[in-house]
């Protein structure tokens, strides 16, 4: 069955430091989006790509993140620098595009000391 | 702007014991409501997907209903294996289509 990979899993990582994500989707799916989650909360969408071209990216801190998705497959999410309050987990997903639903990767959990 | 409201936060059910979980929203524009279950430490598990009002989808305990303004996930007598957070989502219209989550209701059932 065909999954979004994300690695890695786990990052710990200290304040001021740069830290970086990557995100393969499913083959053939279009769209790829960047969320954040914070314990007891949903998901907060960071950035969404439609092949290579962002599409949204109105709360992703800009000053701080960065995204790629150079040839419209994979996709690399930066921090740099972190700061604590970025902890979090770091989700990836994708779907063909229009209107389906998106599946998830496992996720990069982030910890920032 | 788009809202997704989740509740309760919270729902305990001994084993058997049914109930449902309300996902109300206010989307531009819906193109579809999403329903996920998410286990701790993992990524969201697509469960569902609604179009329209007065569409309802089913998989074993769990059934999805849709109206104008909010989705209902039922679960009928349900085991301890089904504790999870579940999140619903709408798609709004527009270019970009955004995902936007509610906080998601954590359900414990205990055996």
């Known amino acids: 069955e065909a999954e979004v990979a994300q690695s890695p899993r786990y990052k710990i990582t200290e304040k001021s430091q740069a830290v970086a994500f990557w995100c393969d989707p499913i083959?053939?799916?279009?769209?790829l989006y960047w969320y954040r989650q914070i314990l007891g909360q949903g998901p907060e969408l960071l950035v969404q790509?439609?092949?290579?071209?962002?599409?949204?990216d109105s709360q992703l801190p800009k000053d701080r993140f960065s995204a790629e998705r150079l040839k419209g497959v994979d996709s690399t999410l930066k921090i740099q620098p972190a700061e604590l309050g970025d902890s979090a987990m770091y989700l990836c997903?994708?779907?063909?595009?229009?209107?389906?639903?998106?599946?998830f990767g496992q996720g990069t959990r982030l910890t920032v000391v | 702007e788009d809202q997704v409201t989740q509740s309760p936060e919270a729902l305990r059910l001994q084993e058997g014991e049914s109930s449902s979980l309300n996902c109300s929203y206010t989307?531009?524009?819906?193109?579809?409501l999403f329903w996920y279950r998410q286990d701790p430490g993992k990524g969201p598990e697509f469960l569902f997907t609604?179009?329209?009002a007065g569409e309802e989808k089913e998989k074993e305990r769990l059934k999805a209903t849709l109206t104008k303004k909010e989705s209902f996930l039922h679960i009928t007598a349900p085991k301890p294996e089904d504790s999870a957070t579940y999140l619903c989502?709408?798609?709004?219209?527009?270019?970009?289509?955004?995902?936007?989550f509610g906080s998601g209701t954590q359900l414990t059932v205990l055996p």
């Open positions: 997903a994708s779907s063909p595009g229009g209107v389906t639903e998106a599946f």
């Open positions: 083959s053939g799916h279009a769209t």
């Open positions: 790509f439609q092949d290579e071209s962002v599409v949204d």
């Open positions: 989307v531009s524009g819906l193109r579809g």
């Open positions: 609604l179009y329209s």
């Open positions: 989502a709408a798609r709004r219209a527009g270019s970009a289509r955004q995902l936007t």
